[in-house]
């Protein structure tokens, strides 16, 4: 073990040495879309439309964040949005590159993105087609190509975020028990009906055997607890998920039903399993519905639903990420209140260099380091690539000023030091906090 005591005067070193620590550390990507081969692959976005997994050149290029900024481009005036749907993924791939890549230069975030991947991966990322890297990707096997991915990420676990609800996906797990034994993938179990639209989760749960009520009556109490217990068994899901709805509260005067559940099942079957929960509060769907996934927002929401879940159920974790930008400083703060609360990431239209490196440089202010700065939300395999190392070089930069302050303040920051906290933020904060 190393304990070399930087020099006060050599910022070059410290630069060094964080930026080391930070590239060498293992993140466990906490929050990702991306699934397991065995879930089904979609062949690099060519054979197999139902594959979850989903990889590659075609992929990668009609990613919803891209799809938005190519409607800025080419205007549903001169491209409608149902031509653009009923073109082949190939074809809206095309589009995407000519017009965002080659005749306008992507300066955007989810531009550069694809760029740092293709140059991660050997490519040059100036082509003036999509042809050559078809080639390249066709070669690749998806098995061996997600081991590439997460060593140039250096991400030693994908944590997937398995929907329950979802027909296709939950039909996989009943079928095969051992879908989710690859030792690369966690599960997370989605569960965003039970408190967003609970009279249809309760139809879908009556159909798969669970004696539940419109009216929260009879059973419903246990037999949403054993439906939680039978899915987070089957999943060996370390925490729960849901994206709340618009307007979120607790409690919420009009949605009686939501507190039964939070307060009666939700509450006590986590605490019981000493299982967090994930709150991804701030989105709001489809303002624009002809984008699809594409035609979100983020908006602020009331912070009081976050400290009256952490102060009314001191026996349970919630890990919290809020959309709105004009949310972070008060999550910052109700944090500080709360150790059963984890902030985490730096989520969708926050996940910018300029913004990550104010939210990290105001959680470390506020938070110390107790927090996990970002997760890559990839939805895309190859995404981990870029999404790691753009947001690697932030959290480095952000903490070698706060070294350099404390140096300057007469504080002697070890290399010790320095890979611990990169330990902490980007693999053990978490891991504690899911163990509990
Ligand atoms: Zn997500």
């Excluded at 080419?74 to 993924?89: A, G, H, R, T």
């Excluded at 890297?133 to 991400?155: C, H, N, P, T």
């Amino acid at each position: 073990m190393t304990t070399t005591t930087l020099d006060p005067t050599d910022r070059a070193a410290l630069s060094q040495m964080v930026h080391d620590a930070v590239a060498a550390q293992p993140v466990t990507d906490l929050h990702t879309h991306v699934y397991a081969p065995s879930f089904g692959d979609s062949g690099g976005g060519q054979t197999n439309p139902d594959g979850l997994l989903l990889w590659g050149i075609d992929e990668l290029v009609t990613y919803h964040y891209l799809i938005a900024e190519v409607f800025r481009v080419v205007p549903p005036s001169e491209l409608s949005y149902d031509q653009y749907w009923n073109m082949s993924k190939q074809q809206q791939a095309d589009h995407i590159w000519k017009h965002l890549f080659v005749e306008n230069t992507p300066l955007s975030e989810a531009g550069r993105g694809v760029v740092t991947c293709l140059s991660r991966l050997g490519l040059d990322p100036n082509e003036k087609t999509l042809e050559p890297y078809r080639k390249w990707f066709s070669e690749q096997d998806a098995d061996g190509y997600i081991d590439r991915v997460m060593e140039l990420a250096g991400v030693d676990s994908i944590i997937m975020t398995n929907e329950v609800f979802s027909d296709h996906e939950r039909e996989m797990w009943v079928e095969n028990p051992a879908i989710a034994d690859d030792p690369r993938f966690e599960a997370v179990l989605r569960i965003d009906k039970l408190l967003v639209d609970w009279p249809a989760a309760a139809h879908d749960l009556r159909e798969w055997g669970y004696d539940v009520d419109d009216d929260f009556a009879g059973n419903t109490v246990d037999e949403v607890k054993r439906f939680l217990h039978d899915w987070l068994d089957r999943m060996r899901a370390i925490y729960v998920a849901t994206s709340t709805p618009p307007g979120f509260a607790y409690p919420d005067p009009d949605h009686p039903e939501r507190n039964k559940m939070i307060e009666q099942c939700l509450m006590p079957v986590l605490a019981q399993r000493g299982i967090p929960w994930a709150l991804m509060i701030g989105s709001k769907r489809g303002i624009n519905p002809a984008l699809r996934d594409a035609g979100d927002i983020g908006q602020k929401e009331n912070i009081s639903a976050v400290y009256n879940l952490a102060a009314g159920f001191p026996d349970n974790r919630f890990m919290v990420t809020m959309l709105a930008r004009e949310n972070q400083h008060e999550l910052c703060v109700v944090a500080r209140k709360f150790g059963n609360i984890l902030v985490f990431g730096c989520w969708w239209f926050l996940n910018n260099p300029s913004l990550i490196d104010e939210i990290t440089r105001m959680r470390l202010e506020l938070l110390g380091p107790t927090f996990a700065p970002q997760h890559s939300d990839a939805r895309i395999l190859d995404q981990l690539v870029y999404k790691w190392d753009h947001s690697r070089r932030i959290i480095a930069d952000v903490l070698i000023d706060k070294y350099a302050d404390l140096i300057q303040a007469g504080y002697a920051v070890s290399e010790d030091a320095v890979k611990r906290d990169a330990r902490l933020l980007l693999r053990d904060n978490f891991r504690t906090f899911v163990r509990g």
